[in-house]
């Protein structure tokens, strides 16, 4: 039987990141035709993809990416530590409320059929489970309020559309703290696993994580939310989901795994000075339970998997566009 996807013409933003890649990866397996549009490098690019280099700041470039589009999965996105959010965060607010706002009305304008939002964990406020429906009873945590401020306005314009254009094909997605191949391992503002890696491989005896370990995140590899997007697209549900694993994993059992992947194992130091953050932070997985999503990656598995990426693949992480020291935004 034909799959769903075969034969679509699919524009994936961001499709040469963390989640694009694997998902563009995915889709021409299914047999779609892929465009992609993105800034960094084309040599990130899927061989059989079709590549735009584009600033999708700008509203013509989206209205160019989205030509005879089918089907739009907008995944481009500004991806960085909490502490270079509390330095830099215009450089989190600007361009992701730009792009999403020109992106989604390009994709109108357009004609595009099914439209896949990428939100994000941050639009939740600080709580130990995280409930789709509870997001617009809060408001985002203090962490994330300028990212979480922006991709809110990106579901609010989903809403928006649905209720003025009737379009109601759009999908949204809240991803929750995704690793994998293609992530930022910049030192400078890199997420807690690429970080760790990336210390960890320049050789950094003590390795020294903050905090003492005990916090629990809800960790999910980037091949498993390709995959929930995948699903979510297809079936629509009409309402938010988030794409976490639900179970979370331990800082201190990060930092383990990645030290027993290791030739040459580090001292670790727990700097217990330093803040542990909030103890417990899962995703509810109800929802996409029950659209048939299960994460198949553990995080053991998965971060082996990053580790021997990362290895290979030294160049390709600096071939990666940087916003917070490039930054033209226009």
Known sequence: MMNFFHGKKILVTG???????????????????????????????HAKAEFKQANLM??????????????VFHLAGIKGSPAMTAKKPASFFVPTIT?????????????????????????????????EDDVWKTLPSENDRFAGWAKRMGELQAEAYAIEYGWKDIAIVRPANVYGPYDNFD?????????LIRRAFDGEDPLTVWGDGSAIRDFIHAKDVAQGMLLVMEKLPGKPVNLGSGNGATIRNIVEIIVRNL????????????????????????????????????????????????KKNKDAVHKRYNVFKEAKFF
């Open 263 to 310: 030739d040459k194992k580090p001292d670790v130091i727990w700097d217990t000075a330093k803040p542990s953050g909030d103890k417990l932070r899962l995703m509810d997985m109800a929802r996409a339970h029950a659209l048939g999503f299960q994460p198949q990656i553990s995080i053991e598995e998965g971060i082996r998997e990053t580790m021997e990426w990362y």
């Open 15 to 45: 499709g040469t990141g963390l989640i694009g890649r694997p998902l563009v990866e995915m889709l021409i397996d299914k047999g779609a035709r892929v465009r992609i549009a993105s800034l960094d490098d084309p040599s990130r690019a």
């Open 58 to 71: 700008k509203l013509e470039n989206c209205l160019d990416a989205c030509e005879g589009i089918d089907f």
């Open 187 to 195: 030192p400078e503002n890199a997420m807690v696993i690429p970080s």
């Open 99 to 131: 792009f999403n706002t020109n992106m989604m009305e390009a994709a109108r304008v357009r004609g595009v059929k099914r439209y896949l939002f990428t939100s994000t964990i941050g639009v939740y406020a600080p709580a130990e489970i995280f409930k």
